[in-house]
């Protein structure tokens, strides 16, 4: 029996029903808190799919691209979402306006190009972001931003562990801030802290003088 490679985690909450997506036949692992999880079952008779629930898919499943780059998946069906913007298509290649066709998929007796297949789309922006969209391009509104930033991975450690246990989660957390660019080395002023604690304003600034003396060198 071949041995199944499982991707990464996804995020399966959705208000106590299944992904609308994933096929009833398909078999996921389960991980529906710190210390429960199992699998792999088929997808037709897993239940919980609420908040924290995650799912692990084969990792050679056409979602895994489809949700790295930020879309949204979509297992077919016969018209398109009334919110969908731009597509990826099975062969990778990507449309900035939703086609009216292929949104069924190969197989289900309306074409023969499952390479052609919808798989993914993007969500349109909310109706009102008008009033940025000429001035500014595609700038977010204030309203729809957060600054984040960046921290070293000893910090997220801490938070992630301030929050749950679970050190297959921890790593996940960890992970996701290093793929947004949001995991930083850590400097000579944090090593300092970790070491001696927390410095106050003008220890701070000396500390950071020096580090940027050393560096200039």
């Not at 947004?180 to 300092?192: C, E, K, N, V, Y």
Request: with cysteine; proline share 6%; glycine share 10%.
């Amino acid at each position: 029996m071949t041995k199944i490679e499982w991707g990464d985690e996804i995020a399966a909450d959705n208000d106590g029903v299944k992904l609308p997506w994933l096929d009833d036949e398909e078999h996921v692992m389960c991980h529906w808190s710190r210390n429960t999880s199992g699998g792999p079952y088929s997808v037709n008779y897993v239940s919980g799919w609420n908040e924290g629930f995650r799912v692990r898919l084969p990792a050679d499943r056409w979602a895994y691209p489809v949700i790295a780059a930020g879309f949204v998946p979509w297992g077919g069906g016969d018209e398109a979402p009334g919110d969908a913007g731009e597509v990826m298509f099975r062969n990778g290649e990507v449309n900035p306006e939703s086609p009216l066709y292929r949104w069924a998929h190969a197989g289900d007796g309306n074409h023969f190009a499952p390479e052609c297949d919808i798989i993914g789309y993007k969500r349109k922006v909310a109706p009102g972001s008008e009033m940025w969209d000429r001035d500014l391009g595609n700038t977010p509104s204030p309203t729809d931003t957060v600054t984040i930033p960046t921290m070293t991975e000893e910090d997220a450690r801490e938070k992630a562990e301030a929050h749950c246990e679970d050190y297959e989660w921890d790593n996940g957390y960890v992970q996701a801030l290093r793929d947004l660019g949001l995991i930083r080395p850590a400097t000579l002023l944090d090593q300092f802290e970790a070491h001696h604690g927390g410095l106050d304003d003008n220890q701070r600034a000396i500390l950071e003088i020096y580090h940027e003396w050393i560096a200039a060198q």
